[in-house]
T-cell receptor
Framework: DVKVTQSSRYLVKRTGEKVFLECVQD?????MFWYRQDPGLGLRLIYF???????EKGDIPEGYSVSREKKERFSLILESASTNQTSMYLC????????????FGEGSRLTVL | TQLLEQSPQFLSIQEGENLTVYCNSS?????LQWYRQEPGEGPVLLVT?????EVKKLKRLTFQFGDARKDSSLHITAAQPGDTGLYLC???????????FGTGTKLQVIP
């Protein structure tokens, strides 16, 4: 079975703290993605990576950075968390194909106080 | 930015009823996926449609891709409580699989 694992299901942080969200996939997929999901706004792409050490901005990259040092691991970093970054964060991976099918982790619900 | 609009946003029905969820865009997609997401979990892929006019069936679920590859529908026959969840359509416009998601349809099936 394919598996995407996110390191933390629930986090509570304070404004200004640095936050790391980690994601690991065991499917040898080339592509990895970070989305955030908010009620009424759907899933919005923050960053994606199509290869080790490669990253591309998605639709809402402001306030976030990413790191992909190994193929299987893609980390999302909030340098200085703010309350408007309270959200559900979803990591996904996919193989390079014509169909763009995504495999998601279980999500990390982040609350910034 | 490609946009996908889903309708209805919310749907509450009795067990055994039929329903249809729509996913519409003004953009053409090379493929379109449907996902189901349960509370507190990540979305899970249900199906991918690729060819205009394509119809795929998954037990009681029927998926159709529009002829022009701009829209899709999901029809559920004899809904069951286990069908409860958030249904998301997602279109792939090509290019490193930058997938655009619809805002979702929240389905509740009451026993």
């Amino acid at each position: 079975d394919v598996k995407v694992t996110q390191s933390s299901r629930y986090l509570v942080k304070r404004t200004g703290e640095k936050v790391f969200l980690e994601c690991v996939q065991d499917m040898d997929h080339e592509n990895m993605f970070w989305y955030r999901q908010d009620p009424g706004l759907g899933l919005r792409l923050i960053y994606f990576s199509y290869d080790v050490k490669m990253k591309e901005k998605g639709d809402i990259p402001e306030g976030y950075s990413v790191s992909r040092e190994k193929k299987e691991r893609f980390s999302l970093i909030l340098e200085s968390a703010s309350t408007n970054q309270t959200s559900m964060y979803l990591c996904a991976s996919s193989v390079i194909s014509n169909t763009g099918e995504l495999f998601f982790g279980e999500g990390s619900r982040l609350t910034v106080l | 930015t490609q946009l996908l609009e889903q309708s209805p946003q919310f749907l509450s029905i009795q067990e055994g009823e039929n329903l249809t969820v729509y996913c519409n865009s003004s953009s053409v997609f090379s493929s379109l996926q449907w996902y189901r997401q349960e509370p507190g979990e990540g979305p899970v892929l249900l199906v991918t449609v690729v060819t205009g006019g394509e119809v795929k069936k998954l037990k009681r679920l029927t998926f159709q891709f529009g002829d022009a590859r701009k829209d899709s529908s999901l029809h559920i026959t004899a809904a069951q409580p286990g069908d409860t969840g958030l249904y998301l359509c997602a279109g792939d416009g090509g290019g490193y699989q930058k997938v655009t998601f619809g805002t979702g349809t929240k389905l509740q099936v009451i026993p």
